[in-house]
């Protein structure tokens, strides 16, 4: 065997040193998770946010949010419990939002707040066993998931891919956010495609204006950075690959999920019935004050009841093993 290969992530070797970590705790945590959704344990609350942030006082003009600013606005919009994302990527926000401030800032409210961890490829040292060291240490810091992964590379980039195959052994959701400048792809999104194709054992969540532009059949690929209005085209790659893949699902979070519902009104109602079990509800809240349109527009749909709580909090539960 070759340095290089010796050197390349092995994936039965960091399913055996991340099950060691772990203690058995994915096992433990899905039965805990059906054990307090049968007991009605869970917070209060109408909804499970899948994707917000927690941001700090670095940049003039942005305002932050704190952990007790998050908290509050959640009991105001009955929003249970939130997946806390971090920025670790250079394109990803003003500054970067490390993984060790998301844990540490969560670490006392983690019955309603939920961490995510990422990391970024091009990094020197993250190849090979070194990923696997990574995740071990985040797995016990608390993480339960990869994202928001905003990295300025093509999403089917070699060292994406290492990524995504770690979070496969794990079983692990994987939130990317697409567009012309980070997660690249084409129309029709063949890079996810074989993102998913190499790690089908990770649930990977769909986010941003080169995924929800997808919605609708794209042409040109300046599309995927934008907010297409008008009804929406047959053959987006979404539902294709919603129809193929059990393991990608919808974040509807920010303006980009919003847009693609509410662009075509009816397609969206009958596309959030038809996808239900694939949907998850999410604001992309990161501000004091800021203004989130998804509580509304979906009260507005009024959807079947089994739909309400499959978008609103069941499959984010069921993913996140709560």
Known sequence: MSDQSRDRFSRRGFHRRAMAAL????????VQ?????????????????IHVHLTQDWVAGQAPLSTEALLGWMDERQVAEAVVLPLVS???????VSNDWVFDQTRAHRDRLIPFCDIDPRATYVKGKAIGRMLDRYIEAGAKGLGEHKCGTPIDDAGNLD???????????????MDTVRNTDEPGLPGLERALQAAPGATFIGHATGWWSSISAVSDRKELGGYPTGPVKPGGAVDRLMEKYPNIYGDLSAGSGLNAISRDPDFGREFLIRRADRLLFGTDYLAEGQQVGQFEFLDRL?????????????????????
Do not use: T
């Open 23 to 30: 203690g058995g705790a994915l096992a433990d945590g899905l």
């Open 33 to 49: 998770g059906a054990a307090r959704a049968a007991a009605g344990q869970h917070p209060a609350g109408k909804y499970v946010d």
């Open 90 to 96: 250079p394109e990803s926000w003003h500054y970067m």
């Open 163 to 177: 990524i995504f195959r770690a979070c496969s052994d794990l079983k692990w959701p994987v939130l990317l956010h």
């Open 302 to 322: 009024d959807l079947p009841a089994d739909v309400q709580a499959k978008i609103f909090r069941d499959n984010a539960r069921r993913i996140l093993n709560r």
